[in-house]
């Protein structure tokens, strides 16, 4: 499928790795919030997965179902995000990682 637009869905399990790792609000010296990484990383990572799934390097070997995306992010140092295709053809998205210990 590569070349084509994919449906992504998020799903709560990443929503529950963003809240665990970031907080719902700034933080007083302007570390971001949760609804700032929904803001501004999310719609990249939703991007990505949807036009670059298969380009994405296989989590498991022998399982191209799970994709890893890895990247710097505006707010944060670093994060990683998995994805798994689903049997309809969309990517799940099921895991997030936020590493704000990375140098900037």
């Known amino acids: 499928m590569s070349g084509d637009r994919r449906a992504v869905r998020v799903t709560s399990d990443f929503f529950r790795d963003l809240d665990r790792a970031l907080p719902s609000e700034r933080g007083p010296a302007g570390q971001p919030s949760a609804i700032d990484f929904q803001t501004l990383e999310l719609l990249r990572i939703v991007e990505h997965f949807a036009v670059s799934f298969d380009d994405l390097p296989e989590l498991f070997p022998d399982r191209a179902d799970y994709r890893l995306f890895i ?5 944060v140092p670093r994060f990683s995000v998995i994805g798994q295709l689903a049997s309809d053809g969309a990517v799940e ?5 936020i590493d704000l210990d990375a140098p900037w």
Do not use: D, P, S
């Not at 990247?71 to 707010?75: R, S, V």
């Not at 998205?93 to 990682?97: D, R, S």
């Open 71 to 75: 990247a710097a992010g505006m707010l």
């Open 93 to 97: 998205l099921v895991q997030l990682e």
